[in-house]
């Protein structure tokens, strides 16, 4: 029911002017005016198409420019290099976006949509099961909101979508658009859910390229398809006047070459769109943008990154390396933050750890005690961006620890010591971000980036000219590479390692999110284009996004991976 309020503003100035003069002529009290308040309109009126297109790559659906999706560009938030997750099969996709938990935690992956042990290696700990947001749905002030979710895959709908009222098997990518099209006439319909797989299915007879004419037919059959829904979506009576849409249309997952499911960032790459009549056109870019995760916390309640089963490729060991980080945050005395030692300080490796806004490194060799090299150095945990450098160098028959911060050389430390009887800087630990060597010490909190390890000692020239290098690919020293963790993935349970020819990435652990953040490290360069703003879009964001516009609170134990971005547009849909 509509919410009213009393105009009573102008009979309450009245009556003062009545008794301020009592000699006036009086008249009666007009009757109450009542008005409809804008700000306590009913919810009911948000209602919300989602149109899922399995096979939609971003990049290639740029190129090929559909008319209907073009067409809807001036009332959208849109992007074409959108992300999906890092497991692209149809199950992963589509639980990621139904649910908005990634990959790395609902470890859903095959057809069945049932967490199965992977094949060979070590058994995983079954996950914990997150349903999909139509659960949460029926649980709140909008339990009444009439569901429907057309399909062309009985198995998804039987187990992905169980709590939908209304769930429909059709035969063909048609037969899901006539269904579709009968749903959103019905006046009582408030959320809409479309999936078209043509688009994949010629990807994997053809390519997922626009240059094959079977991709490109299909990307623009479907495109047909949705100009049908929107033309529908249209007719309704109330569309645009009681009736507030959001429509969402977005590929669930790529392709490269003629198949997908894999991690490959054509395998990821969607577009997604964002519409709703009200809206003002926007391209989003992950360009300029950075999506970081904030390494924090300690013992049961970590939030770190390892470098899992390197077999030793990062350990110093007794060859010259080099070892860069760049830092964000703040800290106290003396908790670690990116290691190569299993505890401090009764095992072999290294371990940087912070001296209030200071840093230091704590070097122990397989037949040497500890060596903590201690002196000042520059602040770096001020919440600014700042690039720590460890150099393991030979020179004058000796072996050193050389400390860079920004790029400048600020001490170098004996440690030739350390290799006497056969002794060596290695350890069996995982390479971490974050909380590990460090018992009994505090957490500290910081954003990383450009992690990377040279199997070299890079010069001082080399770091100082290599701090703010935004391809690394002109580094010189590119082929000495072993490892390289850009921390700016945005999406995922992994940082992944971009040194050419290595695969070694972090694996995160905890209960981490992706968030962006506006100081970008000296190595991003920012968006300059004033028709795009840097703004990673993700399949987990559709279930924040859902909720935000049914006015739905969301619940911190649901656990979402995403925050709601379209909020920051309020003013442009918000009826006043």
């Not at 079954?126 to 749905?137: E, G, K, M, Q, V």
């Not at 057309?150 to 979508?161: E, F, H, K, N, P």
């Not at 069996?428 to 390890?453: E, K, R």
Request: proline letters at 5%; aromatic letters at 10%.
């Amino acid at each position: 029911m509509k919410k009213s309020k009393i105009i009573t503003g102008g009979v309450a100035i009245l009556g003062l002017l009545l008794m301020a003069t009592p000699s006036c002529k009086k008249y009666a009290d007009p009757a109450p005016y009542f008005e409809e308040n804008p700000d306590t309109l009913t919810i009911n009126s948000r209602k919300v198409l989602i149109i899922g297109i399995d096979g939609a790559v971003g990049a290639e659906y740029k190129t090929i420019a559909p008319p209907v999706l073009m067409g809807l560009k001036t009332h959208s938030k849109y992007s074409w290099d959108a992300v999906s997750d890092e497991t692209t099969t149809d199950a992963a996709s589509w639980k990621t976006m139904m649910s908005g938990i990634s990959y790395s935690r609902h470890q859903i992956k095959d057809s069945s949509f049932i967490f199965s042990q992977p094949a060979g290696g070590a058994q995983h700990t079954a996950p914990a099961i997150y349903p999909s947001f139509f659960t949460y749905l029926l649980t709140s002030s909008r339990a009444d909101t009439k569901t429907s979710f057309i399909s062309s895959w009985g198995t998804m709908l039987d187990r992905l979508v169980p709590e939908v009222e209304d769930k429909v098997l059709a035969a063909s990518d048609a037969a899901v658009k006539d269904s579709a099209i009968t749903r959103i006439k019905k006046e009582s319909s408030d959320l809409v859910v479309v999936n078209f797989n043509g688009v994949a299915v010629a990807g994997q007879a053809g390519e997922f390229s626009a240059s094959s004419a079977s991709y490109k037919d299909a990307v623009l059959k479907v495109d047909g398809y949705v100009g049908e829904l929107m033309t529908a979506l249209k007719s309704r009576p109330e569309y645009n006047k009681k009736e507030e849409w959001l429509v969402i249309i977005t590929g669930t997952h790529g392709g490269i070459g003629n198949s997908y499911g894999g991690p490959s960032e054509k395998e990821s790459n969607v577009f997604s769109f964002y519409y709703n009549e009200n809206l003002k056109e926007k391209e989003l870019t992950r360009d300029g943008a950075f999506a970081g995760v904030e390494l924090k916390g300690r013992d049961a309640e970590v939030i770190r990154a390892q470098a899992l089963n390197d077999g030793g490729l990062y350990n110093p060991g007794t060859d010259q390396q080099t070892i860069q980080l760049r830092v964000k945050g703040t800290a106290g005395y003396y908790p670690h933050f990116f290691s190569k030692m299993e505890k401090w300080p009764s095992t072999p490796g290294w371990s940087m750890f912070s001296a209030g806004g200071n840093w230091a490194i704590s070097v122990r060799s397989t037949t040497s005690g500890e060596k903590r090299i201690q002196p000042g150095s520059p602040v770096i945990f001020d919440n600014q961006w700042h690039t720590i450098t460890v150099v393991f160098a030979d020179s004058a028959s000796k072996r050193w620890v050389r400390r860079y911060t920004d790029g400048i050389r600020h001490d170098q430390t004996d440690i030739t010591s350390h290799y006497n009887n056969g002794g060596t800087i290695a350890s069996p630990s995982p390479l971490t971000l974050g909380w590990q060597a460090d018992p009994g010490m505090p957490a500290v909190t910081f954003y990383s980036a450009d992690a990377m390890i040279f199997n070299t000692a890079l010069t001082d020239e080399e770091i100082a000219n290599g701090v703010c290098l935004k391809d690394i690919n002109q580094h010189p020293q590119i082929a000495n590479l072993i490892g390289y963790w850009p921390g700016n993935d945005g999406f995922g349970g992994r940082l992944k390692n971009k040194a050419p020819g290595y695969t070694t990435d972090f694996i995160l652990d905890g209960g981490y999110q992706w968030t962006g953040i506006p100081e970008l490290p000296c190595t991003i360069a920012p968006n300059t284009d004033p028709v795009k703003e840097s703004l990673l879009v993700k399949s987990v964001d559709v279930v924040p996004t859902i909720f935000y516009w049914l006015q739905v609170p969301l619940n911190e134990s649901w656990g979402l991976e995403s925050t709601n971005w379209l909020a920051k547009y309020e003013a442009e849909f918000v009826k006043l």
